[in-house]
């Protein structure tokens, strides 16, 4: 019962020596890539670098505790960062103590919120999120993030809250490009890229194996970090107008109270549960795909509570919102980490890293943790998907296109709530409207499909309706009015069969449609007969009356309506002219 809330007590039954040492070694290999990491996506997140690295130490040791995956990393993240500075930078000025306060509250309400919602078992809560919908969205944040960055890289003073004002603002400046941050930011832009892809080819050919190539091009990051702060120092280029980061504070996290102040928590709230939101699907989608590859299972609702300890915990240590990372944590799992014991060995390395080696960042270009962000953002910029989704559905089509739109000329905020609202009404509108077919006898066979794409058989008095979805208050009143549409196109039509093989509910809504559709069939003289009713909804029937006031009967199978009712007046069965090559159901 104990390891069900704290699953440390499961893997750690059977810890070993040969699974600490793959665990240490994946650690070592995550921290090299984390600390550059942590550093640019502080910076995105407007706050100081340090703070990323202080949300990446106790996150990732209570995620260890509380986690259920075995290889997910725990951290900050492009998209997260960049929300919080949407919703921070809402409440105060970049720079200030009130901004650097607004994060940790950020961090500690969405801890909050996705603790209960774990406690609650609410996990399904996100699939409110559709695929478009996510897609778009992270397609939207990785256009952002990476136009909001150019200005390091230019060495420009710019600014904007959405996309055209970041543009504008960029444009603006641009006569006020600095040469020397432009000599440090597009080289280095260009080296991640290449080390992306073609670092591993090249160490490969250089005699080294797959897998060590493929560990030391991810930490391509790392060579560019410690060339650009060669450079700086060998050209002074600190007093030429690069910005480098400067002093950073040794030492532990320390210990931080989030903001009780009922005002700014108001807020904050909305945007602390879009975070929650949007990072534990992103996480949770990380975590079961790497969980798959080794089949191995999480628990969405544990995964819930494991990421609510991990952003209480960074919000008590200076952090900011964390979750688990698709990039750190492929790495964590082609490195071999065997447990979540890795994360915790992390953040050892990352501790390690604030008291012993920030004194070595001090001449760090700003433009090379800009260069790290771009490259890492717009590896998350899909643009197949469109294409693929006006082919498939033009309604997920529209909302992944409202999310991007919206995302990029509002913001981030009002960009997740458009793509959860379009995505949601459309569903409504597509449940108003479900699927029935007109269906008729496959010659030769017991099968029954529909009229307009195959070859069957009907008779004139018999009309087959295929009901394709459950019946609910969204659809009861549309199906009572196809059934009488169709019935009143029929005037030798005698009964009319509902074939109910794919209805899994029918409310009370569906119900009072049902009843007035057989007192209107009735009234007129025709049978309303049920088929392949399924045992639950049979068994709700049972508890009304609308068995005993059905005017036709309930059947077991299609085929055997069919056959009885078809030789209720002697005709013979004639082929339907209907029939479309397709073939498909």
């Known amino acids: 019962m104990l390891s069900r809330y704290l699953p440390i007590l499961e893997w750690g039954r059977t810890y070993n020596r040969s699974i600490l040492t793959s665990d240490l070694v994946a650690a070592v290999i995550v921290t090299i890539m984390l600390i550059p990491q942590s550093l640019a996506y502080a910076l995105l997140a407007g706050l100081p670098p340090v703070v990323g690295l202080y949300a990446s130490i106790l996150p990732l040791v209570l995620y260890a505790i509380f986690g259920t995956s075995r290889t997910l990393a725990v951290g900050p993240v492009a998209v997260i960062s960049l929300m919080t500075a949407s919703a921070a930078g809402a409440v105060a000025a970049q720079g200030t103590a009130?901004?650097?306060?607004?994060?940790?509250?950020?961090?500690?309400?969405?801890?909050?919120?996705?603790?209960?919602?774990?406690?609650?078992?609410?996990?399904?809560l996100a699939n409110l999120l559709s695929h478009p919908v996510i897609s778009g969205f992270i397609t939207a944040s990785g256009i952002?993030?990476?136009?909001?960055?150019?200005?390091?890289?230019?060495?420009?003073?710019?600014?904007?809250?959405?996309?055209?004002?970041?543009?504008?603002?960029?444009?603006?400046?641009?006569?006020?490009?600095?040469?020397?941050?432009?000599?440090?930011?597009?080289?280095?832009?260009?080296?991640?890229?290449?080390?992306?892809?073609?670092?591993?080819?090249?160490?490969?050919?250089?005699?080294?194996?797959?897998?060590?190539?493929?560990?030391?091009?991810?930490?391509?990051?790392?060579?560019?970090?410690?060339?650009?702060?060669?450079?700086?120092?060998?050209?002074?280029?600190?007093?030429?107008?690069?910005?480098?980061?400067g002093a950073?504070?040794?030492?532990?996290?320390?210990?931080?109270?989030?903001?009780?102040?009922?005002?700014?928590?108001?807020?904050?709230?909305?945007p602390a549960l879009l975070i929650s939101i949007i990072g534990f699907v992103e996480s949770v989608s990380v975590a079961q795909t790497l969980a798959a590859k080794r089949r191995q299972r999480i628990s969405p609702d544990q995964e819930l509570v494991g990421l609510g300890a991990a952003n209480i915990a960074s919000a008590f240590s200076g952090g900011y919102p964390v979750t688990g990372g698709f990039a750190r944590s492929a790495v964590n799992f082609d490195a071999g980490a065997e447990t979540p014991a890795a994360g915790a060995f992390t953040a050892v390395g990352i501790a390690l890293a604030t008291l012993f080696l920030t004194p070595l960042l001090f001449s760090l270009p700003i433009a090379t943790l800009a260069a790290t962000i771009i490259v890492a953002v717009l590896s998350l910029v899909d643009l197949k998907t469109p294409g693929q989704l006006w082919r498939y559905s033009k309604a997920d089509f529209a909302a992944h296109v409202a999310t991007i739109a919206i995302t990029l000329l509002a913001g981030v905020e009002l960009g997740v709530i458009t793509g959860v609202a379009v995505g949601l009404l459309l569903y409504l509108y597509r449940a108003s409207r479900p699927h029935a077919a007109i269906v008729g006898r496959v010659p030769g066979t017991e099968h029954f499909r529909n009229v307009e794409r195959h070859e069957v058989f009907t008779v004139p008095h018999v009309l087959s309706i295929r009901i394709d979805e459950s019946l609910t208050y969204l659809n009861a009143r549309w199906l009572e009015e196809y059934v009488l549409e169709r019935v009143a196109e029929r005037p030798e039509l005698r009964h009319v069969i509902l074939m109910c093989s794919a209805v899994n509910e029918i409310d009370a809504s569906g119900l009072e449609s049902l009843e007035a559709i057989n007192h209107r069939l009735g009234d007129g003289g025709i049978g309303m007969h049920l088929s392949e009713v399924k045992g639950p909804v049979m068994d709700r029937l049972k508890r009304t009356h609308f068995l005993e006031e059905l005017n036709g009967k309930i059947f077991l199978s299609q085929e055997r309506a069919f056959g009885e009712l078809s030789r209720d007046n002697g005709e013979p069965a004639v082929p339907h002219d209907h029939y479309h090559a397709r073939g498909m159901i």
């Open 98 to 124: 009130e901004y650097l306060e607004a994060a940790i509250t950020l961090a500690m309400l969405s801890g909050i919120m996705l603790a209960i919602l774990g406690f609650l078992r609410a996990g399904f």
């Open 248 to 270: 950073i504070p040794q030492g532990l996290p320390p210990f931080a109270v989030p903001s009780t102040d009922l005002s700014l928590i108001e807020q904050l709230w909305v």
């Open 144 to 245: 952002l993030i990476a136009t909001s960055q150019l200005k390091h890289i230019l060495g420009i003073t710019a600014g904007g809250d959405n996309w055209p004002e970041m543009l504008g603002s960029i444009a603006a400046s641009i006569g006020e490009t600095n040469p020397w941050t432009l000599a440090i930011g597009i080289p280095a832009t260009l080296f991640l890229f290449w080390v992306r892809k073609g670092g591993k080819p090249a160490l490969v050919a250089m005699g080294l194996g797959p897998r060590v190539a493929d560990m030391t091009a991810k930490a391509g990051p790392v060579a560019a970090v410690v060339l650009t702060i060669l450079a700086v120092r060998a050209l002074d280029l600190g007093e030429r107008g690069v910005k480098i980061v």
